[in-house]
């Protein structure tokens, strides 16, 4: 499959493409049928902020076939009229000090009706709280309804996911080097989460890992006080959030010289990852993606030691669909962003892990995440 890449021109946020965020709320009601539901509450705030751009803490939003209500409490009146203003969303803003299912349940009451809830985030409590709200109505278990809208980036989205990773990309060229001066991983980590920050990103995506050496066995071992010194590998797993949108990438250094197994771990997951890369393509199965990496680990006689699945979907979530799995049912297609990382980890000896985002295209994919994957530090 083609790959592509291309840099991210300097543009300031507000060149960006526009998110589309407007639109969303119809096609939503376009999916309700298949979810056997005549509206929706949605409660998940990574989807309330996709359907509605509001950014806040705290929110419901209840979408009919022809009506949407957005309930929020008093400390975002002005942010929540402002976002969804700006955002174009036909809704109704409702400030409420308490209850704000109550709230959505009163506009409901007296139209008995099929109520979806969205199953993967509402507790066992809250849908009891719902079942008593909405007596008079038959509650319906969603599954991915928002998720399976959000899967496909619109250029606006793609575009802030790219400026993510261009960050991510930049900060650790400039950090990079510091890995030779011997310092903690938790430096080092530090170092790399502020020159994000500095480059533009508003946050970091999730916790930075550096596990440096027998650290690098565990896939998410969290950065301490070991000093990063000659003939370690060292695996650094970080991304930048920018406007809402999460970039992802791992990057594995050899530190020094170090030896003919760990060398020939780096070798193996260069091309497993590669493998992987090169097998994403609109129309291809996510568990193809998964297959391509998994069978140059295990022709390598390492098969065991690849302990996680290859990647998975990146947006407003750090981990959204599509998962790139052995187990995963999804078919990529264009739009979608996903991440290719294999890994291999030797309990006593360390790991190694390579990971990219990319954007899955008609033949291909473009790499969003530019860093070299040459690991010998210079
Ligand atoms: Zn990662
Ligand atoms: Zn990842």
Redesign the pocket.
Known sequence: MAVTERRTPDLGAGELPPLLVAERLDRLRGRFDGAGCDALVVSELANIRYLTGFTGSAALLLVTDDTAVFVTDGRYREQSSEQLGAAGVDAEVVIVSAEPDAELADRLTGSPTRVGLESESVSWAAQRRWADLLAGSELVPTSGVVSELRIVKDPGEAARIRTACDIADRAFATVRPMLAEGPTELAFAQALDAEMRRLGAEDVSFETIVASGPNGAKPHHRPGSRVVGPGDLVVV?FGALYEGYHS?M?RTVAVGEVDAERLRMLEVVLASQQAGVEAVAAGVEAREVDAACRSVIEDAGMGEAFLHST??G?GLD??EEPRVSARSAATLSDGHVV?V?PGVYLPGIGGVRI?DTVLVTEDGCDRLTLTPKDPVLA
Request: negative net charge.
């Open positions: 797993d992802d791992t990647g998975h990146v750090i981990h991440t990382e990971e």
